[in-house]
T-cell receptor, first 111, second 114 residues
Framework: DQQVKQNSPSLSVQEGRISILNCDYT??????FLWYKKYPAEGPTFLIS?????DKNEDGRFTVFLNKSAKHLSLHIVPSQPGDSAVYFC??????????FGPGTRLSVLP | DGGITQSPKYLFRKEGQNVTLSCEQN?????MYWYRQDPGQGLRLIYY???????QKGDIAEGYSVSREKKESFPLTVTSAQKNPTAFYLC?????????????FGEGSWLTVV
């Protein structure tokens, strides 16, 4: 039973355009959400996070939006750059529980 | 500089052999984790430890064993009982899981059965 879902296995975007990666979750107890970026044969690196008390968090080109009623979050990358090509994992947890990761979305930014 | 060190980066194992993957962290984190990633798949939790001398099974613990004798170290042994061990293994750590915490990952270890 997947608690964190990323329904798009892959996404292709032109350089300079917006990339939107989506994530859905089923556990209403989750109170913190994170996005990680992973290059092949490397460990994931933390990108941006958001608490359940907020609906938006921005860091440079990266913005995460949270819609609690829909149990949905999204990561926006503007403008997209070729170096953004990677696998993006959505993750979540609630107090005292382990981190739960989605299956990932492979983003390809085309020059 | 602080971080998580996994070794070796690449490891080949013959069928029937046990192998141990090393994970060391100098972030002073209490919690440590082992994940497995198969090609095109997400991250699956093998074992985790919230404190020294204590560890818990994750979603796919069968065929694996761990120890947590020191705060800095969390080695993973892939035993011969693991039927499909070829994968990319990731060690991670965090401070205790409370809202606002982040989990940090090592660079990963590739294990191939030959």
């Amino acid at each position: 039973d997947q608690q964190v879902k990323q329904n798009s296995p892959s996404l292709s975007v032109q350089e300079g355009r917006i990339s939107i990666l989506n994530c859905d979750y089923t556990n209403s107890m989750f109170d913190y959400f994170l996005w990680y970026k992973k290059y092949p044969a490397e460990g994931p690196t933390f990108l941006i996070s958001i608490s359940s008390i907020k609906d938006k968090n921005e860091d440079g080109r990266f913005t995460v939006f949270l819609n609690k009623s829909a149990k949905h979050l999204s990561l926006h990358i503007v403008p997209s750059q070729p170096g953004d090509s990677a696998v993006y994992f959505c993750a979540s947890h609630n107090y005292g529980q382990n981190f739960v990761f989605g299956p990932g979305t492979r983003l390809s930014v085309l020059p | 500089d602080g971080g998580i060190t996994q070794s070796p980066k690449y490891l080949f194992r013959k069928e029937g052999q046990n192998v141990t993957l090393s994970c060391e962290q100098n972030l002073n984190h209490d919690a440590m984790y082992w994940y497995r990633q198969d090609p095109g798949q997400g991250l699956r939790l093998i074992y985790y430890s919230q404190i020294v001398n204590d560890f818990q099974k994750g979603d796919i613990a069968e065929g694996y064993s761990v120890s947590r004798e020191k705060k800095e170290s969390f080695p993973l042994t892939v035993t011969s009982a693991q039927k499909n061990p070829t994968a990319f293994y990731l060690c991670a750590s965090s401070i205790p899981v409370v809202p606002g915490n982040t989990i940090y990952f090592g660079e990963g270890s590739w294990l191939t059965v030959v």
